[in-house]
């Protein structure tokens, strides 16, 4: 909490102060009729003022220990014994206030406290445990404000993603060469003009049908990629190698939506289009403990050239944002020169499986 709403609470306090002083106003005690509005007022402040400060701790104990998943009884642990240490002095805390202002007469330790429980104990317990109440809701109301805006902003980078990917299969350059090809292929092979329109189609549907699902299998993931590379290796021809080196029952691992097309895209514009000869792309995905690695390789030039095409810094850049909000510190990205010519792309993140239907990955498909 704030320093403004700790001010706030501590205010609060005053009030059943001014309404318990307005009380014995109105009804002048027998014990001492004649106690003035100030002595009243001072003793009810001490009373009730001393209710705020111990809200400023309740609430630190529940900052402290909040009541969560897994934790709830170490959160009752904690808020029992601060529960039974605050009534306990604030019974004695009304009896010293009661003596002074000539409201009541001294007892005994034992005495006080006993009486103080039957007077005092009830209200006590339910103004404690309201206060613990409503920081807990007001806890509650704080972590779903943020899950919906860590929500909308993940919508949000993904339909950047999402608009990013398009952007670069509408790319007026990328678009003129598969129509090229098309063109060329039509009189000279038929077959394959029809394939690549074929995958075209299905590259855009594939993107398109991504939704605002913020990860899929990886195995859906790989085979709009695919579709990609035989667009683009339609175009390189012998210039364009593609290998891949998948582990096994990896198919249905989750993965960030439209992650691994950017990278294979940055290697081939960056990297492979660069080279007069052409080069080779490498496509690694491995398991490693409690993490999915994806590697993307490139024999060309290396990153430390200058871009050709911003979008593909935007298109890592918005990557990485994804992963910070999907995953916090457990996920990265990262570029970097290969140990003798080249890019390496390296994708972490936590390992966990879909539910999601496998389809069938570049890597097997005929």
């Known amino acids: 909490m704030r320093a403004r709403g700790r001010l706030l609470l501590l205010a609060f306090w005053i009030l ?7 009380g014995l106003r109105l009804v002048p005690s027998r014990a001492n009729p004649d106690l003035t509005i100030l002595a009243s007022f001072a003793g009810q402040f001490a009373i009730w003022f001393s ?17 969560e998943r897994g934790r709830i009884g170490r959160a009752l642990a904690a808020h029992g014994v601060a529960y039974l240490v605050v009534v306990s002095i604030q019974i ?5 206030v009661t003596v002074r202002t000539g409201l009541g007469s001294r007892r005994g ?3 006080t406290f006993v009486i103080g429980i039957r007077q005092f104990g009830d209200i006590f317990t339910v103004i404690f445990w309201a206060i613990v109440g409503a920081h807990v809701a007001f806890q509650w109301h704080s972590a779903w404000r943020s899950e919906a805006a860590r929500s909308a902003r993940l919508g949000e980078d993904l339909a950047r993603a999402q608009l990013a990917a398009l952007q670069s299969q509408l790319n007026p350059h990328f678009l003129f060469n598969a129509l090229n090809s098309v063109v060329t292929l039509i009189g000279r092979e038929p077959g394959t003009a029809q394939r690549l329109v074929v995958r075209l189609a299905d590259l855009l549907r594939g993107t398109l049908q991504v939704g605002m699902a913020q990860e899929l299998p990886l195995a859906q993931e790989l085979d709009v990629t695919g579709r990609y590379l035989e667009i683009e290796q339609v175009r390189f021809a012998d210039r364009l190698t593609v290998e891949w080196e998948i582990e096994p029952d990896l198919g249905d691992a989750a ?8 990278l294979v895209e940055n290697a081939i514009v960056h990297g492979i289009a660069r080279r007069p000869g052409g080069g080779t792309v490498w496509i690694r995905v491995s398991r490693q403990g409690d993490q999915l690695r994806l590697v993307v390789t490139d024999d060309g030039p290396g990153p430390q050239q200058p871009s050709a095409n911003p979008g593909a810094g935007v298109g890592l850049t918005n990557l990485r944002s994804r992963l910070e909000r999907l995953y916090g510190g457990r996920g990265s990205l ?5 140990p003798d010519r080249g890019a390496v792309a ?11 239907p496998r389809p069938t990955s570049p890597a097997t498909r005929a």
């Open 16 to 22: 059943p102060a001014l309404v318990a002083t307005l």
């Open 51 to 67: 209710w705020g400060l111990w809200s400023l701790v309740i609430l630190a104990i529940g900052d402290r220990f909040p009541f």
């Open 92 to 96: 004695f805390l009304v009896a010293e």
């Open 109 to 111: 330790l034992e005495s």
């Open 255 to 262: 993965i960030p939506a439209l992650a691994l097309q950017p």
């Open 334 to 338: 990262t570029l970097e020169a290969g």
């Open 346 to 356: 390296t994708l972490t993140v936590p390992f966990h499986r879909t539910a999601s």
